[in-house]
């Protein structure tokens, strides 16, 4: 079955989402999206693939995600915990409140770009060098334990507790940058 894919992108100014235009660098046709660095601005983000048949333009399927990007980005100091909270961004799309309680998160990670399988988090990292809460759906992984000269995948797959028919997952790529800064002293 022949397939056309696109992907809208819209920023969240309180609560309203209104839809932006990409740059024409950025390719939204195919089924994966790169947008490259600081090409947005910081704020919140719905992005959303459609996908329709091409012999029955009628039959449609759509997914979003939502992304915040902040001063730090997806880009994280090596002095700095990365937090990763995908319960607290969530919509439902069908309208009801997301309970970020009502799923079971589940992390792995794996050296990007790697042809390595995903590894479950806490067999990824020693368990001194993350804090997970599953109930609030956070990972943190400490300062300091991510490597400077490697990217990292992180993939967070969410099952409902009542309803394991209903799952997500998400991915994100993670650089690490140093993040000291030059001290001046004024005496």
Same mark, same amino acid.
Do not use: H
């Given at each position: 079955?022949?397939? /056309?894919?696109?992907?809208?992108?819209?920023?969240?100014?309180?609560?309203? *989402?209104?839809?932006?235009? *990409?740059?024409?660098? !950025?390719?939204?046709? #195919?089924?994966?999206? +790169? /947008?490259?660095?600081?090409?947005?601005? @910081?704020? !919140?983000?719905?992005?959303?693939?459609?996908? %329709?048949?091409?012999? $029955?333009?009628?039959?449609?399927?759509?997914?979003?995600? +939502?992304?915040?990007?902040?001063?730090?980005?997806?880009?994280?100091?090596? =002095? =700095?915990?990365? /937090?990763?909270?995908?319960? $607290? +961004?969530?919509?439902?799309?069908?309208?009801?409140? *997301?309970?970020?309680?009502?799923?079971? +998160?589940?992390?792995?990670?794996?050296?990007?770009?790697?042809?390595?399988?995903?590894?479950?988090?806490?067999?990824?990292?020693?368990?001194?060098?993350?804090?997970?809460?599953?109930?609030?759906?956070?990972?943190?992984? *400490?300062?300091?334990?991510?490597?400077?000269?490697?990217? @990292?995948?992180?993939?967070? =797959?969410?099952?409902? #507790? #009542?309803? !394991?028919?209903?799952?997500?997952?998400? @991915?994100? !790529?993670?650089?690490? =940058?140093?993040? %000291?800064?030059?001290?001046?002293?004024?005496?």
């Amino acid at each position: 079955m022949s397939t /056309i894919q696109n992907w809208s992108i819209k920023n969240s100014t309180n609560e309203n *989402f209104s839809e932006i235009e *990409f740059d024409k660098k !950025i390719i939204t046709s #195919r089924s994966e999206l +790169y /947008i490259p660095s600081n090409t947005l601005q @910081y704020g !919140i983000y719905q992005l959303e693939l459609q996908v %329709t048949t091409k012999d $029955n333009p009628s039959l449609t399927n759509s997914s979003s995600v +939502y992304v915040e990007i902040s001063p730090s980005g997806v880009t994280s100091g090596d =002095q =700095q915990n990365l /937090i990763l909270n995908p319960g $607290n +961004y969530s919509k439902d799309p069908d309208g009801f409140e *997301f309970n970020s309680s009502d799923w079971k +998160y589940e992390y792995f990670c794996r050296i990007y770009p790697s042809p390595d399988q995903f590894v479950k988090i806490n067999s990824f990292f020693q368990l001194n060098q993350f804090e997970y809460k599953g109930n609030e759906s956070s990972l943190t992984i *400490f300062a300091n334990v991510l490597n400077k000269t490697l990217d @990292y995948q992180f993939v967070v =797959q969410m099952s409902n #507790r #009542r309803n !394991i028919s209903l799952q997500a997952t998400g @991915y994100v !790529i993670v650089q690490v =940058q140093d993040s %000291t800064r030059p001290m001046i002293a004024i005496g």
